[in-house]
């Protein structure tokens, strides 16, 4: 199959308190983007089993998934052992994701939320997502795109206000803060796929530059949040409703809004031929 032209519709499935739940334990700006991506989830093919690609604390499995999933990977040991604590995963691999320690066709997902883009050489990564996949198995994964640069609000100030330089050094900051490597396009990212023998079948925009706005201004302002992570363990100290009512006042438009036809991030759905 070819891959396709335009972006499609996610089918969207809104949790309640989803984004209420994410407010009360992560930074109002985190919350905000893993809310959004975690109800993606809900509309695509999930078969089991399913590895975790870059599994972190493993706030995003307990998040986005109902049960368990069976492995998750990741390259530093800090994170795995939170998530061993969150018992969201059967197993947990400390390992690179260049090299992945599982047998040929092992698993009939790979999920991988906001990892790649941290990856300096990506094309080994997809090779061995290619390589361990069932045929017919499915690889959802999200990344920053192009607009993210375009849509920080800061440096469209500057651009505005003829200070091109200062812009693009400001840009160049959040890449570093955001430990971002690059931000390819969907065309791009349909031909790394299909050189490892996948096939991309559905990819959308999300996060509007109002949404993206908020993730921008949320990095300063949730540094109180780094402080209690580091002192408590947790990034809220008094994560009750009445806390949090003004933020998820303000955060929670950004959170309902349609997706819009561009967007700061991309989602894509690939898949093995095969079955």
């Not at 739940?21 to 893993?34: G, I, K, N, S, V």
């Not at 400390?94 to 883009?117: C, Q």
Request: charged residues 20%; glycine residues 8%; aromatic residues 14%.
């Amino acid at each position: 199959m070819a891959m396709m032209s335009h972006p499609s519709e996610p089918i969207v499935e809104k949790q309640l308190d989803g984004f209420r739940r994410q407010l009360r334990e992560l930074p109002a700006f985190r919350a905000l983007l893993r809310a959004v991506e975690a109800d993606f989830y809900r509309g695509l093919p999930l078969p089991q089993p399913i590895l975790d690609l870059g599994c972190g604390d493993g706030h995003f499995a307990e998040a986005a998934f109902d049960s368990r999933l069976h492995m998750g990977l990741d390259p530093w040991w800090g994170p795995l052992r939170e998530a061993g604590g969150r018992q969201r995963h059967r197993w947990l691999t400390n390992a690179d994701a260049g090299a992945m320690p599982f047998a040929s066709a092992s698993y009939a997902t790979i999920v991988s939320n906001s990892v790649l883009e941290h990856i300096p050489d990506v094309d080994p990564v997809l090779r061995e997502v290619s390589r361990v996949l069932v045929p017919g198995g499915w690889f959802h994964f999200c990344v920053p795109g192009p607009n993210f640069r375009a849509f920080l609000s800061v440096a469209r100030f500057l651009d505005l206000v003829r200070l091109g330089g200062l812009a693009e050094s400001y840009r160049r900051l959040f890449d570093r803060i955001s430990r971002h490597r690059y931000y390819l396009t969907p065309e791009a990212w349909g031909g790394r796929l299909a050189r490892v023998g996948l096939e991309l079948e559905r990819w959308w925009p999300y996060f509007s530059p109002g949404a993206l706005t908020a993730l921008e201004w949320g990095h300063p302002l949730g540094l109180p949040s780094v402080v209690a992570r580091q002192l408590t363990g947790r990034w809220l100290i008094v994560p009750t409703r009445w806390n949090l009512w003004f933020t998820e006042l303000l955060l929670r438009r950004f959170y309902e809004e349609p997706s819009p036809d561009v967007g700061a991030y991309l989602f894509f759905s690939a898949r093995k031929p095969g079955l």
